[in-house]
């Protein structure tokens, strides 16, 4: 379902006057040259030895993405904060979110029982400030590149709701890569898919924003950290959890 509400000069409607057609293979190109940098772009990040470089890279990335949509004046429709939306929406959230505990738990029991609430039982206060931090350093740019640029773009392919939520989780999920475990790429895929329906429903980033931060919160406080996490911090993670592999 299309969220555009503003003439978008990059997206114009089927025949639109004045459109020309060096305009559209100059926005094909960067579309491809997009999809190549997304490609391409987790692997060399994964081969680097200096964490904070990724950090730097998603800073980047959503800078890029909030250039890209302000200069063609699509930022007020697909980057918008309804706090009303995201209110509504909270009693939904709260379930997926608890399912998304229950089945982090359950892998984490199956396939590290030592990283259990490793890090809430070595440190409380230093789980609290990784979560908030998270949702605030890390989930906040995600989501302006990976919902709210990704919907845009893929407003201009004209899909269908299923094709273009497959392709947004599959670029989460790609780029879920550089922490150098293929698990990540794919629980990050299947959350991507439930992240993409809450922002094109509710058309709140607010709303993706609170449920992407409270699934992340359960891969730091229940035991996955191992598998989306590098960065700083990375060395009193593994002080506190002796077991991390």
Not at 85 to 100: E, K, Q, T, V, Y
Not at 112 to 117: A, I, K, S, T, V
């Amino acid at each position: 379902m299309p969220a555009t509400e503003t003439p978008d000069p990059e997206h114009p409607s089927p025949g639109a006057p004045g459109v020309s057609d060096g305009r559209a293979a100059r926005t094909e190109r960067l579309l491809w040259a997009e999809l190549a940098t997304v490609a391409l772009a987790p692997l060399l990040l994964l081969s680097l030895p200096i964490q904070q470089v990724r950090f730097l890279a998603l800073y980047l990335l959503a800078g890029y993405c909030l250039v890209r949509m302000f200069k063609n004046g699509t930022a007020g429709t697909y980057l918008r904060f309804d706090w009303t939306a995201c209110r509504a929406a909270l009693p939904a959230i709260l379930l997926r979110s608890a399912i998304a505990w229950l089945a982090v738990a359950g892998l984490v029991l199956w396939l590290y029982p030592d990283q259990f609430l490793c890090l809430p039982q070595s440190s409380l206060a230093f789980t609290l400030l990784i979560v908030v931090g998270y949702g605030l350093v890390s989930v906040l740019p995600q989501e302006v590149a990976f919902r709210g640029y990704a919907a845009w773009r893929l407003d201009g392919l004209n899909m269908s709701f299923l094709p273009t939520a497959l392709i947004s989780a599959a670029i989460f999920g790609w780029v879920h890569i550089i922490f150098g475990s293929w698990m990540s790429a794919v629980l990050a895929f299947f959350a991507g898919i439930v992240f993409y329906r809450t922002y094109r429903v509710k058309r709140s980033l607010a709303a993706v924003w609170v449920e992407h931060t409270l699934f992340g919160a359960a891969v730091f406080v229940l035991g996955l950290h191992h598998l989306f996490y590098r960065g700083p911090s990375l060395d009193q993670f593994a002080s506190l959890c002796m077991g991390n592999p």
